[in-house]
């Protein structure tokens, strides 16, 4: 490891960001590298709009994707090596506001079904009924089930916030199920090694194959049915407050993006034409 790799993941540290965060600055920050064949301490603010230019244009990478490469390249410069160069010299890309891909509930059904592995199922039920983000899903523990309160402990999630998220119903017989069948000690869902949890890419895996299973159209992936359990909260008349605390956003202006997707009808909301006192009438 390079004594500059090793600086930046000590500050990344010390900011307690989450393990996959620091995993994938470094790794942007190696690709930089690469790509001019220099250290990034080598190089300076025309490097980094060069290759950000070569991301949109020659790469075609989306906003998102060239956002995370500024994120880390500003904390590299501005964290790390403390550059005299203003930040403003590593733009953020304007993010494309695209609707999430959100599947009806029949589809949530038909996708649950397609699962044969009982761990698998239990794995895309428990997305689906509490919205966890799939990396909050792995970490989870045994411990972490409350069945006196019905609740499940979410720790560590995005931001270093710990939360507390329902414990449905329905998900006892499959949880017990599992629990009987598998004997997990530590982790709720163990990898290839006991003492680690399973990879986020696995699950991630289990989403795409239960699609095609399915015979699903969509595209799925864990933070559809994250985004399919935030929406059919908003639909059935659950509280935008309410429902920011339940997926943990720091912000409420990122939990009222789902009321573009929830469709207005499902929210109560009547189209005024059908408000209408009398009939319509066809002119002549």
């Not at 010299?89 to 506001?97: D, G, N, R, S, V």
């Not at 329902?166 to 709720?188: F, H, I, N, S």
């Not at 699609?211 to 059919?232: C, E, I, M, N, Q």
């Not at 189209?271 to 002549?284: E, V």
């Amino acid at each position: 490891m390079t004594p500059l790799r090793q600086r930046m993941l000590q500050e990344l540290r010390i900011r307690n960001l989450a393990p996959s965060t620091q995993a994938i600055y470094v790794d942007c920050v190696a690709r930089y590298a690469r790509h001019f064949g220099r250290s990034p301490d080598q190089l300076g603010p025309e490097h980094v709009h060069e290759y950000l230019r070569y991301l949109t244009d020659e790469a075609h990478l989306g906003s998102g994707a060239r956002k995370v490469y500024a994120c880390a390249l500003r904390f590299l410069y501005h964290k790390t090596l403390h550059v005299d160069w203003p930040i403003e010299h590593i733009p953020l890309p304007k993010e494309e506001h695209k609707l999430p891909v959100v599947l009806s509930r029949t589809e949530v059904e038909r996708l649950l079904a397609a699962v044969v592995s009982l761990k698998y199922r239990l794995m895309l039920m428990l997305l689906y009924a509490t919205g966890l983000r799939v990396a909050e899903l792995t970490h989870l523990q045994v411990g972490d089930i409350d069945r006196q309160r019905m609740v499940i402990h979410v720790r560590h999630g995005k931001g270093a916030r710990d939360r507390y998220v329902m414990l449905a119903k329905r998900l006892l017989p499959v949880l017990d199920d599992y629990l009987q069948a598998a004997r997990p000690t530590t982790w709720l869902f163990p990898g290839l090694r006991p003492e680690q949890p399973v990879s986020t890419a696995l699950v991630g895996k289990v989403c795409r194959q239960a699609a095609r299973d399915a015979g699903l159209a969509k595209h799925v992936s864990p933070h559809t049915l994250r985004h399919s359990f935030a929406t059919h909260l908003l639909e059935a008349g659950a509280d935008l407050r309410s429902i920011q605390v339940l997926l943990g956003h720091r912000s409420l202006r990122t939990t009222a993006g789902y009321i573009h997707v929830a469709p207005a009808a499902q929210r109560g909301i009547v189209s005024p034409l059908d408000n209408l006192p009398g009939p319509l009438s066809q002119a002549s």
